[in-house]
């Protein structure tokens, strides 16, 4: 049984079609990477499986229930969460104190208080490179460092499954590589991981499957570099570089 399964989903916007018919298996210790133009429907997808949309049509299933009616805050607590294109931490609270709100109001975990959820959160940013700012207000951070915090709030959730959108953006190649080791053992771990990143390369070295999307539809799924390389993909990201 896959532990997320979007089936048929479609996704309207008055006369538009921002996706259509798509269906997705994401399953534990595994590693999607979901890639296409601008505008074909990644975070729209991104949003059905978090809940923030509910779909024109279809279902999305957890652990095979079905929960397309089910709030974000519910598929947080079930072991679903995400980040988003443009990270919107607490600007005033603290990383330590951002980072511990995920650990507090994620997944219960039985006996963690405040205390024990500030400690905790200071190994999750280490874990991310920004161990040493975690005393800083949010809003000290640079665009990359803002990235990596909100991917440390996701992951202070306990997810089972991470949906993350771009987390690269405005990392050095350094640090992208150290983001992409971070996944890799969350991998390891058992996560699912689901992750929209424009870098294709990068996506090479870690991501075990590619889905490409092109106007709200499934046009490519199978081995990255297969995927990456495939007539058709090719001609949509063409396609859009040409308008």
């Given at each position: 049984?896959?532990?997320?399964?979007?089936?048929?989903?479609?996704?309207?916007?008055?006369?538009?079609?921002?996706?259509?018919?798509?269906?997705?298996?994401?399953?534990?210790?595994?590693?999607?990477?979901?890639?296409?133009?601008?505008?074909?429907?990644?975070?729209?997808?991104?949003?059905?499986?978090?809940?923030?949309?509910?779909?024109?049509?279809?279902?999305?299933?957890?652990?095979?229930?079905?929960?397309?009616?089910?709030?974000?805050?519910?598929?947080?607590?079930a072991?679903?969460?995400?980040?988003?294109?443009?990270?919107?931490?607490?600007?005033?609270?603290?990383?330590?104190?951002?980072?511990?709100?995920g650990?507090?109001?994620?997944?219960?975990?039985?006996?963690?208080?405040r205390?024990?959820?500030?400690?905790?959160a200071?190994?999750?940013?280490?874990?991310?490179?920004?161990?040493?700012?975690?005393?800083?207000?949010a809003?000290?951070?640079?665009?990359?460092?803002?990235?990596?915090?909100?991917?440390?709030?996701?992951?202070?959730?306990?997810?089972?499954?991470?949906?993350?959108?771009?987390?690269?953006?405005?990392?050095?190649?350094?640090?992208?590589?150290?983001?992409?080791?971070?996944?890799?053992?969350?991998?390891?771990?058992?996560?699912?991981?689901?992750?929209?990143?424009?870098?294709?390369?990068?996506?090479?070295?870690?991501?075990?499957?590619?889905?490409?999307?092109?106007?709200?539809?499934?046009?490519?799924?199978?081995?990255?570099?297969?995927?990456?390389?495939?007539?058709?993909?090719?001609?949509?990201y063409?396609?859009?570089?040409?308008?």
């Amino acid at each position: 049984m896959a532990l997320c399964e979007a089936i048929g989903l479609s996704r309207r916007f008055g006369g538009n079609v921002a996706l259509q018919d798509v269906t997705l298996r994401l399953e534990p210790a595994t590693i999607v990477a979901l890639i296409g133009p601008n505008g074909s429907g990644k975070t729209t997808l991104f949003n059905l499986l978090a809940g923030q949309l509910r779909p024109s049509a279809g279902a999305v299933r957890w652990r095979g229930r079905d929960i397309t009616d089910w709030p974000p805050h519910r598929r947080c607590r079930a072991g679903i969460n995400r980040t988003f294109q443009v990270a919107r931490p607490f600007q005033d609270l603290t990383l330590r104190e951002n980072v511990a709100l995920g650990l507090l109001y994620g997944r219960p975990l039985e006996g963690v208080g405040r205390r024990d959820a500030l400690a905790r959160a200071q190994d999750v940013l280490g874990d991310v490179g920004l161990a040493a700012k975690a005393g800083e207000a949010a809003r000290a951070l640079s665009l990359g460092e803002l990235k990596r915090l909100e991917l440390a709030m996701a992951v202070a959730t306990q997810p089972a499954l991470l949906l993350i959108d771009e987390v690269l953006a405005g990392q050095s190649p350094t640090a992208a590589q150290e983001i992409l080791g971070y996944l890799a053992r969350l991998r390891a771990q058992g996560l699912a991981i689901c992750l929209v990143e424009h870098r294709l390369q990068a996506l090479l070295a870690v991501a075990d499957r590619a889905v490409a999307l092109h106007q709200g539809r499934v046009i490519a799924e199978g081995r990255p570099g297969a995927v990456t390389k495939s007539p058709v993909v090719l001609e949509a990201y063409l396609g859009e570089s040409g308008r």
